[in-house]
């Protein structure tokens, strides 16, 4: 057998919980949990883009936060560049802090309108102390505004000023003051005109190439990951169905749900004949999951073992893995 070089894992992830309580009453009683991330392991390695897909409500933005240690995880393990940072203490969650950036689907809500693009950007440098002097930040400032495609007028300017598009594009500058290595792409282009969107994947594509990074992209839509993903994972009501490189994926599905994602995926040529696979109804509270495999209510494909028994993800070869009772195929 040929020895080939095992990629680096940046970000490994073992079981992971996130419940959120459920309170009742006057008196706040926690009478129920959410089980928003229920039970997640996977790896992310240096240098790629994982995408994560599923229907809102499915837990992605969860995930996102909660292996930044934005959310206390309430189970499970956290590696991040080989250490462990299940339970780093908040002191020392600043140098991680730096390393580990977020990009939000709505940079307006998270730009303060009251502070000029340049302090937006300049107020990162300030927190982690670099470029401690106001002339070296503002160079700093510039270079960012140069790299996300700004110009350096934009400085003095306020969010409102610019298009959906250039406060992306703030945001992203936002992200990148501290250097971080890794970055949670979190439905950056959901709000913005089909028309730029291609413009926003591009500049995040460039600038990992550029600068080295390594992605978590989250999106609804299968379709917007496809081009920047090395692989995908699909999320159903707190698990991950399915993992697999993006091109085998959209070729070959393996999970029930997988498939009906993308054939739900609207045809460019509206005269083609649609062959759908619907997904029936909506997705379940994650407060009281269907019993067995999660997606049984709503799968085409639904045995009696998938009532009462959860199937765990397995490998499959190719770097693939699913958690269908249909895998591994009965010979
Ligand atoms: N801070 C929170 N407190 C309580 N419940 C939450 C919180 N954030 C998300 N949830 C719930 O967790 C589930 C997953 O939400 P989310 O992670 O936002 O999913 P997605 O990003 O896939 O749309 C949803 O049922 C949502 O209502
Ligand atoms: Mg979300």
Known sequence: METSVQPDKLLEVKNLKKYFPVTKGTFRKVTQQLRAVDDVTFDIFRGETLGLVGESGCGKSTLGRTVLRLYEPTAGKLSYNHQDITNLPMSQLRSLRRSMQIIFQDPYASLNPRMT?????????QIHKLFPDKSSREKRVLDLLSLVGL???????????????????????RALAVEPKFIVCDEPI?????????QIVNLLQDLQEQ?????LFIAHDLMVVKHISTRVAVMYLGNIVEVAPAKALYADPKHPYTQALLSAVPLPDPTRKHQRVMLKGEVPSPINPPQGCKFHPRCPQVMEICRHQAPPLISIGEGRQVACHLYPPKA
Do not use: K, W
């Open 151 to 173: 110009r350096p007028e934009a400085m003095q300017r306020y969010p409102h000023e610019f298009s959906g598009g250039q406060r992306q594009r703030i945001g992203i500058a």
């Open 211 to 215: 600068l080295g990074l390594t992605y």
């Open 190 to 198: 959901s709000a913005l005109d089909v028309s730029i969107q291609a």
């Open 117 to 125: 693009v340049g302090n937006i950007i300049g107020e990162a440098l």
